[in-house]
């Protein structure tokens, strides 16, 4: 790692110091100097005495970084001050100073519909964004979200399964997976897209961590795609981020009473476009087919067949697949992933539940 770099390491250190505050003080004086500065030099350039102190006495987490970077074959660290810095992104009101990057860095400036839900959608909600996906994938669109439980992770999943880019932001650092669940699915994310952090390696997930990690979701993309959400939910945090951020908020509308509709039916009265297909979408940014959207998939096979015949048409508790099938409790959870990869089975509130698919033997 260069100089700046090490110098914007000892500044994700510093108390309430992020991109807004970097960006003024680098205007009055380069991050250049700084690493090398005394406090004096630092205050003489419009530093606080406290924040000059406080970076006088930060030692860079070089150890820390050198072993990530190291442990994988892609691993970059992107600084806001470099010029592959994603561009849309540069100009949030607190851009990261830093982003930690498994996988292909250079995914994350291509144009990004960034896709946000319910942790439990009803299965509807889900197969609706799976049959969307070809749409947006064949339009030359990247699909980001944030490795959620829900459609994040139907999102990331239906974006692997057509070919398209997908961009995971995490609320840890870029090491820990979160939720350990999708650590097969994080693996897939690193060959066809990135995972991203802002965040240490080692970092634990942490409440205040995540409406962090949205306003990076949405910064990193042209619009929001809001597929179901309650009346008070973190996707809709994610879209008034993205409209505060001069994003377009997209939401797909559901039956009155329904509350996992009752935030996307929010969000189109204050202003969201309503989507009924992906072509809603694609219109309105002048997008055109970059390839043949295939209308079929040819025939694959499922993964532990005795399991998938262990799930239900109606929600089925993970202990009852268990007794089932007569496999362990972690096999189980092992399988019932890749299944949900596959689109065979859908996470519902009260376990899993199978969804009718004509393309798998």
Same mark, same amino acid.
């Given at each position: 790692?260069d100089?700046l770099?090490? %110098?914007?390491?000892?500044?994700?250190?510093?108390?309430?110091f992020g991109g807004?505050?970097?960006?003024?003080l680098h205007?009055?004086?380069?991050?250049?100097?700084?690493?090398? #500065?005394s406090i004096?030099?630092?205050?003489a350039?419009?530093?606080? $005495?406290?924040?000059?102190?406080?970076?006088?006495a930060v030692?860079p987490?070089?150890?820390i970084?050198?072993s990530?970077?190291?442990?994988?074959?892609?691993?970059s660290?992107?600084?806001?001050?470099?010029?592959?810095?994603?561009w849309l992104?540069?100009?949030?009101?607190?851009?990261?100073?830093?982003?930690?990057v498994?996988?292909? #860095?250079?995914?994350?400036?291509?144009p990004?519909? #960034?896709v946000?839900g319910?942790?439990?959608p009803a299965?509807?909600?889900?197969?609706?964004l799976r049959?969307?996906?070809? #749409?947006l994938a064949a339009?030359?669109?990247?699909?980001?979200? =944030?490795l959620?439980r829900?459609?994040? =992770?139907?999102?990331?999943e239906?974006? $692997?399964?057509?070919?398209?880019?997908?961009i995971?932001?995490?609320?840890t650092?870029?090491? $820990?997976?979160?939720?350990?669940?999708?650590?097969?699915?994080?693996?897939?994310? %690193?060959?066809?897209?990135?995972l991203?952090?802002e965040?240490?390696?080692?970092?634990?997930?942490? %409440?205040?961590h995540?409406?962090r990690?949205?306003?990076?979701?949405?910064?990193?993309? /042209?619009g929001?795609?809001?597929?179901?959400?309650?009346?008070?939910?973190?996707?809709?945090?994610?879209?008034r981020?993205a409209?505060e951020?001069g /994003?377009d908020?997209?939401?797909?509308?559901?039956?009155p =009473?329904?509350?996992?509709?009752?935030?996307?039916n929010?969000?189109i009265q204050e202003g969201?476009k309503?989507?009924?297909?992906?072509?809603?979408?694609?219109?309105?940014w002048?997008l055109?087919?970059?390839?043949p959207?295939t209308?079929?998939?040819?025939?694959t096979?499922?993964?532990?067949?005795?399991l998938?015949?262990?799930?239900?048409?109606?929600?089925?508790?993970v202990?009852?697949?268990?007794v089932?099938?007569?496999?362990?409790?972690?096999?189980?959870l092992?399988g019932l $992933?890749e299944?949900?990869?596959?689109?065979?089975?859908t996470?519902v509130?009260? =376990?899993?539940?199978?969804l /009718?698919r004509?393309?798998?033997v």
């Amino acid at each position: 790692m260069d100089r700046l770099h090490i %110098t914007l390491l000892r500044c994700l250190l510093l108390p309430r110091f992020g991109g807004a505050a970097f960006q003024r003080l680098h205007q009055c004086w380069p991050a250049d100097h700084w690493g090398e #500065a005394s406090i004096a030099d630092l205050c003489a350039h419009g530093w606080p $005495l406290a924040l000059a102190e406080a970076f006088a006495a930060v030692e860079p987490p070089l150890t820390i970084v050198d072993s990530w970077l190291a442990s994988g074959g892609r691993r970059s660290v992107m600084a806001l001050t470099d010029d592959h810095y994603p561009w849309l992104l540069r100009h949030i009101q607190s851009p990261p100073l830093l982003l930690f990057v498994d996988g292909d #860095a250079g995914q994350l400036s291509r144009p990004q519909l #960034a896709v946000v839900g319910s942790r439990q959608p009803a299965p509807p909600a889900a197969s609706w964004l799976r049959q969307q996906m070809p #749409a947006l994938a064949a339009a030359g669109l990247a699909i980001t979200s =944030g490795l959620a439980r829900g459609i994040d =992770g139907v999102a990331h999943e239906a974006a $692997l399964a057509t070919g398209a880019p997908t961009i995971a932001v995490m609320g840890t650092g870029p090491d $820990l997976i979160y939720p350990a669940v999708h650590r097969r699915l994080a693996a897939a994310i %690193t060959e066809q897209g990135a995972l991203v952090s802002e965040f240490l390696p080692g970092a634990a997930a942490n %409440t205040d961590h995540f409406p962090r990690r949205n306003r990076i979701i949405s910064g990193l993309a /042209r619009g929001v795609l809001v597929v179901a959400a309650a009346e008070r939910s973190g996707s809709l945090i994610t879209a008034r981020m993205a409209a505060e951020q001069g /994003r377009d908020v997209f939401a797909v509308p559901g039956a009155p =009473g329904n509350p996992l509709a009752a935030g996307c039916n929010r969000l189109i009265q204050e202003g969201a476009k309503l989507v009924a297909c992906a072509d809603d979408i694609t219109d309105e940014w002048g997008l055109s087919p970059l390839l043949p959207v295939t209308a079929s998939k040819p025939k694959t096979a499922l993964p532990i067949p005795a399991l998938l015949d262990s799930v239900g048409d109606e929600p089925t508790p993970v202990d009852l697949i268990a007794v089932r099938s007569g496999l362990s409790v972690a096999k189980v959870l092992e399988g019932l $992933l890749e299944l949900e990869l596959c689109g065979a089975i859908t996470a519902v509130p009260g =376990g899993f539940q199978r969804l /009718r698919r004509t393309d798998h033997v």
